[in-house]
């Protein structure tokens, strides 16, 4: 549990991240996580930061195989 006040998971809020909700406002917006006490503020905020750089090296990966695979003119998998 990540926020005790509104009963908020971990999972909830991934879940809220990859449909969309990419930064604290907008996660608090969809979870009600740090609207209570705001005690979970800094781990929802650092949770954020963690799944954000993962979508980066996610869309980096991705960019650096189309790249290569036009390089060896073939399309990636
Ligand atoms: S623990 Fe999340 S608002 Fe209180």
Known sequence: MVCH???VTRKDLTDA????AHDVTALAGATR???GC???APVVRS???TLGRRAD???RAADDSRTDAKRQG???P
């Open 38 to 40: 705001g005690s979970c």
């Open 17 to 20: 991240f990859h449909q969309g």
């Open 33 to 35: 996580a740090t609207t």
């Open 47 to 49: 949770l954020c930061a």
């Open 57 to 59: 090296d996610r869309s």
């Open 74 to 76: 073939s399309t990636p």
């Open 5 to 7: 006040c509104n009963n």
